[in-house]
């Protein structure tokens, strides 16, 4: 079966900090990425989508100079949350989609991000 | 741009009672986007519970059912009779074409549900 892993589950860094998110999908080809993030009291925000083989893009809000991503390929991503501060905290999914398929994406536990 | 509205939580119900999670959406890129409820339980990561991408179709998972109506713009979750053990948050999804040749997801705020014994 397709399954995703993140990692680490749980993080806590210093306001200012920058801190790094990994996902791994096995038992599919993870053509698309997609991140997101889910705020105190609020529903999960894409972040920003990275199908391989094309350019990532960013929604509004969210920029490459604050979250880089990288997708090198087709089981693994990563994401950077530069110069963390408050508002970042929350949980960040990672939801992995084949491009042959439908919409479907199969999502890890997340990583909980915690900013002192 | 396109989105999902929900039925605001948290919603108590009593097992054994039917239970109906409102899902409407609003999609102006697509005509068909692929409808999905996602459901987290406590401790859990986010799962698929069922999805449709044909129109007029009607998607089952444990109990649950949901038909997407094209009419209404809408993908109302229901059970019959629910279980404790359905006590989770719910989210309803609509995916839609990326300009990238792949899929993204816009969620809806998510419903909380807790059955009680």
């Known amino acids: 079966g397709a399954l995703v892993y993140q990692y680490p589950r749980r993080t806590i860094c210093k306001s200012g900090t920058s801190m790094r998110m990994e996902c791994q999908a096995v038992?599919?080809?993870?053509?698309?990425v997609a991140w997101y993030r889910q705020s105190p009291q609020k529903t999960f925000e894409l972040i920003a989508l990275?199908?391989?083989?094309?350019?990532?893009?960013?929604e509004q809000n969210f920029t490459q100079e604050k979250f880089p991503i990288s997708h090198p390929n087709l089981s693994f991503s990563s994401m950077t949350v530069l110069n963390a501060y408050l508002e970042d905290r929350g949980l960040y999914l990672c939801g992995a989609g084949d491009r042959g398929r439908d919409a479907e994406q199969f999502f890890g536990p997340g990583t909980r991000l915690t900013v002192l | 741009g396109d989105s999902v509205t929900q039925t605001e939580g948290p919603v108590t119900v009593s097992e054994s009672e039917s239970l109906i999670i409102n899902c409407t959406y609003s999609a102006t890129s697509i005509a068909y986007p692929n409808l999905f409820w996602y459901v987290r339980y406590p401790g859990e990561g986010l799962q698929l519970l069922l999805k449709?991408?044909?129109?007029?179709q009607k998607g089952s998972s444990r109990g649950f059912e949901a038909t997407y109506n094209k009419e209404t713009t809408s993908f109302h979750l229901q059970k019959a009779s629910v279980q404790e053990s359905d006590s989770a948050v719910y989210y309803c999804a609509l995916g839609e074409p990326a300009s990238s040749g792949s899929w993204q997801l816009i969620f809806g705020s998510g419903t909380q549900l807790t059955v009680m014994p």
């Open positions: 449709v991408i044909t129109a007029g």
């Open positions: 038992g599919f080809q993870a053509t698309s």
């Open positions: 990275s199908t391989v083989n094309s350019a990532i893009k960013y």
